[in-house]
């Protein structure tokens, strides 16, 4: 049997700089956007980013900043389709 290499989600997420995300919030809102940058606190900075509210879009953005300590889970463009 094949052993798996465990993955760190702080690396995953910054092989995905550059990429298309979705980002969950506790308090049930969405964004999808670029993901210019992370750091280790998972605070995420997107551009050209979409929120979402009850799965409907709500508003558009040139650039947002979301606080890690807000975040739910981020889906990498991989993950979802576009």
Do not use: C, H, W
Request: proline fraction near 5%; charged fraction near 20%; hydrophobic fraction near 40%.
């Amino acid at each position: 049997m094949a052993q798996q290499q465990s993955k760190r989600p702080l690396t995953s997420l910054q092989k995905a700089v550059n990429k298309e995300v979705l980002v969950r919030l506790k308090m049930d809102l969405e964004y999808k956007g670029k993901m210019t940058n992370v750091d280790p606190y998972m605070n995420v900075i997107l551009v050209d980013a979409t929120e979402f509210s009850g799965g409907n879009p709500s508003a558009t953005y040139g650039k947002v900043v979301i606080r890690g300590n807000n975040v739910l889970f981020i889906k990498i463009s991989s993950d979802f389709p576009m």
